[in-house]
């Protein structure tokens, strides 16, 4: 086993989650784009191309990625491209989206060679969090009037709605799609596609995949679009461990083991949200599994074992993948979690490892 920490990617879960995938774009005819934003792990993208059509992105460098290493389709985004951007991305991209109408008038002569769209964003989502909820009051995120949609009609040939989050509720999919269609129905009978962006966990444990498949379709031969989900988190939810080993214990007044990781460099959504890891909890013996930083708020959350930890146990942290490695960081120093594959025939092989020259290098 490689030496702690490191993200371990189980090839054979990663597998499954694409088989859904695959099983969704041929029942509804709907395509599939990995979702850069959320997961970007180029090393695993020989599996993940032959079920997906492509990548979309959120910025030139998410953009140049997937053009460089996934191939096929590739959709860029950003929510504000900037002068000396928009050259280069249009040459890497198959469709651009603009995310309002200023950029569209500024950029949109330099995308005439490719397709061209708008994010509309339709004023609701299943959000939680205000942090990410793209409908908060005051969104800079999309276009949200009908006019202003209209009046670009004649430049653009599609639109991405981004407004599911976290979204396992296929009810509440369907009835957040019937309030598009009857609010934006005129604008989408007359384009050629439309992303419904990513956040529906289709790939989730009784998710009812085959009425998604059915509604899907029914909305692409009702308006005359080819329809694009952007699966991020549903492409690689319960694929990856963040693995780790005790370094200390301490007696706190409750039992602290002291981890070689940290939250804030390894799995910062954890603060960001205000979350536990998901941890063990196969035993009585309880434990609070913090990070190695100086942070006092560190912490991975609580955590039980069948017995008592030592130290050098290892502990595995659940569900590692998404929005976790794309915004590991170098806070305090602490080393960077290599990346590890168990191929489908168990074994493990480290595909990248970080060191102190990669940390120097982030610096000047």
Known sequence: MPQTPHYLIDMARLRANMEKVAHLREASGAKALLALKCFATWSVFDLMRDYMDGTTSSSLYELRLGHETFGKETHAYSVAWADHEIDEAVGYADKIIFNSLSQLDRFGAKAAGIATGLRLNPRFSTSGFDLADPARPFSRLGEGEVERLESALDRISGVMIHYNCENGDFDLFDRQLTRIEDEFG??????????????????????????????????????????????????????????????????????????????????????????????????????????KTCLAGDIFGEAGFDRPLQIGDRVSIQDAAGYTMVKKNWFNGVAMPAIARREEDGTIRTVRSFGYDEYKGSLS
């Open 186 to 291: 005129a604008i989408l009978k007359r384009l050629d596609w439309v992303s419904l962006g990513g956040g529906i966990h289709f790939t989730g444990e009784g998710y009812p995949l085959d009425r998604l498949a059915d509604r899907l379709k029914a909305f692409q031969d009702r308006f005359g679009v080819q329809a694009y989900l952007e699966p991020g988190e549903a492409s690689i939810t319960n694929t990856t461990t963040l693995e780790v080993s005790v370094l200390d214990i301490i007696d706190t007044g409750r039992q602290v083991a002291i981890v070689d990781s940290s939250t804030e460099a390894h799995m910062l959504d954890l603060l960001i949200y205000r979350q536990d890891a998901r941890l063990p909890q196969e035993g009585d013996h309880r434990y609070q599994i913090a990070g």
